[in-house]
């Protein structure tokens, strides 16, 4: 299916025929519109994160046992890998803002290679915790279980909250291999990059979105298991 | 801000430094429980996050000197906090049937057992 902007074309009664202006080229437009989006994203992680504060406030000292138990390196490494994918991804776009389409390209790879990281890593943690017993409806997170209420609460919002992050990376990287497509086929170029800069942007959120998950499940428990809160 | 001029070393500069300040601030989310605010971790993470946050939106993002989307932004942030902690927090405090609930009943909130152990 071709994609090819075909403008419409109106006529007066004279039969006289004018363009009608097209958005194509609306670049405040097409920005204005993603963040639109991205707020949409906002408001979902807020409210699961005001769900969280509520579990939080309900049971304190079992959301800190339970911070303590995760697994801080690995999820210090994946905070660090995102930071400096969210670095390469700006510099991919800056690159083609400034007409080096080929170094833009290899930022993004660096991006997609970054992204894969954190998976990799996410799932080594996930598969440790499901050995533990500690997952969604399984061993230790079964109703029938002698796990408190408040570290379920808080284990369940964990897998939620980190899975539907680790979903957004996976679009994301999905995105990326489609932006690569479209520079390679001229449709994303130095002088119309919006669709670029909108991927970046989305890069980002999912960046941003991590810098308050990480210390939310597994800094809150740092200072003790007594203390710290 | 208009994206057709564009100033390539200025610019890969800044994202750099932005970097610096958001590895630093990763350190200090890690040494803070350590180091600072240790009967507060909470509220000190979350400070860190907010201003890392505050650097990735204005820089990465590309707000610094957009008025209008950052207007957009915080009008949006005023409706969320309206919504989401005043009216649900107020009816979450008037909740008439908080003894009963399975998730605020005290059943639920007096159950202990063992800490999962590290892994």
Known sequence: ?229 | MDTNIVDYKKERLVYYKVLVGLLLLTAVTFIQPHLFMEESTFMAQMLIALIKAWLIIMYYMHLKGDTLIGTMGIFSLIIVATFFIIVIGFDVANFQFGDESYITGPTSAGVESAAPTHH
Do not use: C
Request: aromatic share 16%; proline share 2%.
């Open chain 1, 1 to 229: 299916m071709s994609h090819e902007y075909v403008p419409e074309i109106a006529v007066d009664r004279e039969g006289n025929e004018y363009k009608v202006q097209g958005w194509q080229d609306d670049f405040y437009g097409g920005k204005l519109g993603f963040w639109l989006f991205m707020f949409t994203e906002v408001l979902m992680f807020g409210a699961m994160f005001m769900a969280l504060a509520y579990y939080n406030h309900l049971h304190p000292q079992e959301f800190i046992e339970a911070s303590a138990s995760l697994n801080r390196l690995l999820g210090g490494i994946n905070t660090v890998i995102l930071l400096v994918s969210a670095l390469t991804m700006g510099l991919s776009l800056l690159k083609m803002r400034a007409g080096d389409v080929k170094g833009s390209k290899l930022m993004i790879w660096a991006t997609i290679v970054l992204a894969l990281a954190f998976l990799g890593i996410k799932a080594v943690e996930w598969t440790a915790e499901y050995n533990h017993g500690i997952f969604l409806m399984h061993g230790e997170m079964l109703p029938e279980s002698g796990m408190s209420f408040g570290k379920k609460l808080f284990f369940g919002m964990y897998f939620t909250m980190t899975g539907i992050h680790g979903f957004h990376i996976i679009i994301g990287i999905g995105i990326m291999l489609w932006l690569l497509k479209r520079i390679n086929a001229g449709k994303v170029r130095p002088d119309h990059h919006i669709l670029h800069w909108n991927i970046a942007l989305y890069w980002d959120i999912v960046h941003l979105i991590w810098v308050f998950v990480f210390p939310y499940y597994y800094m809150i428990g740092a200072g003790g298991a007594t203390g710290g809160h």
